[in-house]
């Protein structure tokens, strides 16, 4: 069993910054992928970004490449996804989620097994 709980969430002005954070516990070595997606009102749950425990790569949604960057310190068992440059197309929540390594894609959330409780983002103009 793997517990996520995010936080950082907020309101923000467009063109501002918020960071969110992802602290895992249990058993984390299980699930060796962080991913973290997004959910806006009327639409459907879309990847925003996914790293793993081990390595350096990180993978970004086109949409927020060059905005928006995805880290880990594996010391405190947390998954960080900093967001620069923000639009009031970022408003949503955010999900942490968790997932075993495999050959399907990262983008699909259905390849997650854990999810945190979400936090909410919310970017005026």
């Known amino acids: 069993q793997v517990r996520l709980v995010e936080s950082g969430g907020g309101l923000v002005q467009a063109g501002g910054s918020l960071r969110l954070s992802c602290l895992a516990s249990?058993?984390?070595?299980?699930?060796?992928?962080m991913g973290w997606f997004r959910q806006a009102p009327g639409k459907e749950r879309e990847f925003v970004a996914a790293i793993r425990w081990a390595g350096t790569s990180e993978y970004l949604a086109d949409s927020v490449k060059g905005r928006f960057t995805i880290s880990r310190d594996n010391a405190k068992d947390t998954v960080y996804l900093q967001m620069n440059s923000l639009r009031p197309e970022d408003t949503a929540v955010y999900y942490c989620?968790?997932?075993?390594?495999?050959?399907?894609?990262?983008?699909?959330?259905?390849?997650?097994?854990?999810w945190g409780q979400g936090t909410q983002v919310t970017v005026s103009s």
């Open positions: 249990g058993r984390t070595y299980s699930e060796r992928i």
């Open positions: 989620a968790a997932r075993k390594d495999g050959l399907s894609s990262l983008m699909m959330a259905e390849e997650y097994g854990y």
